[in-house]
C-alpha cells in the first residue's frame, strides 16, 4: 500500500431529523455563556431566530450573511459581529457560504490583520481561537460543516481565496434534515450536484487513499438511491438525511484525497462569471470524467456500477439531466473567454490532482464541449 495521511479534524457529528436542539446539550455540557449566532440572510426572517432564543434562555446576538458568495467585506462584518459579541459558542446554520464566512471570521479573532495572510491553498500555520464552533448544514452539499477548508470570493480575480487549517474545522457539526426542507429544489440539485463531484473527484484523485475510497463510495451510493428522490419530493425527510451525511462523507474525503478537474474548472467560473458553484460542477463533470475514462479503471467501473449506468462519465451526464442541470456553457461564459478559463483551470492545483494529465489544449477543448448539453446520454469528446 501507498504510504497516506488521513486528516479529520471535527470531533463530533450529530444526526437525524430535529437534532438542531442537541445544541442546547451542547451549551450546558460546555458551560457556554455567550453563544452567538450566524444565520443565512433566508432563516433571520423564519421562525428559527425564536427557536433559537428559547432554546439558549435569552436571544442570541445574530449576525445575517448576506445570500451569495461571501467576499472579503462580507468576512469583515461578520468579524467586526463576532467582535463585539465575544462568544465563547458560535452556531452557524447556513448553506456553504455562512459555513465559510463563518470560519474565516471566527479565526480572524484569533489571527488579527490582513486575511492575506492566514490565505493560501497549501494551508497556513493560525492561532487557535477558543469558542466552540457548531455547523449546521441548510443543505446537503460543501460539506463545509467538516473540512478544514473555507473559499472566499476575491474581486476581480480568477482564482478564490483559500483558507485551510485544522483550526477553522468546526468542532461539531449538526447534521438535520428538517433545517433545509423548504429550500427550492433547485438548491438541492445544485448542492447535491456539487456533493456528487467531491464523491467522484476524492475517488478518482492521485491523492485517493483506503480511508478516502470508503467515504467516497459511501457518499456516492447514498447520493445515487437518495438525491434525485430529494430533488423531486422536498419533504422525504430520509432522502434529505441521506443526502446531508452523504456531503458530509464526501467532504471528508476530499479534506484529505482533494479534488479533481472538474473543481479546477468550476473554479474559474465562479470567480469569473459569477457562475453558481453546483452548476459550474454540473456544467463540467460529465465532460471531465469523459476525458478520464482512460485512466478510471476498476474505479470507473465501479462509479458506473454505484450509479446504474455503463461508464462514470454516462451516471453523471444522467443524474445531471435527471436533476434539471443539463445546461450549456453559453448561459455562464461567452464564448470569446473560453481561452482565458482554460488558462485558469489549468494552473489550478487540482489539475494536478486529477487522475489523467491534462494539458491546456485538453481542457480548451473540454470547455468547448460543455458548451452543448448531453442529453443524459454518453458525453464524447
Ligand atoms: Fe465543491
Redesign the pocket.
Known sequence: MTDFTFVHACREIAAGAGRLEYVWDITKRHGARRPMVILDTYFAATDLPARLAAGFGAPPPIHAIPAGEPDLATIEACRAAMARANPDLILVVGGGSAMDCAKVARILLSNPGDPMAIAGPAGVRMAPHPSLLIAAPTTA??GSEVSESAIIGKPGAAAKLIFRSPEITPAIAILDPLLGITAPASVTAASGY?AV??AVEAYTSKMANPLTDLLAVSAMERLAQNLVRAFLVPTDLDARMACLLAATEAAMAFNSAN?GLA?AI?GPMSALHHTP??LA?ALALPWTMAFNAPELGAKGTRIAALFGAATAAEAMSRLRHDLGLDLSLDRFVPPEALDELALSASKSGQTRMNPRAATLGDIRAILEAMRGPTSGKQPRL
Open positions: 452539499g460543501t456539487d463531484t467531491h479534488l473543481h468550476s458553484h453546483g460542477n
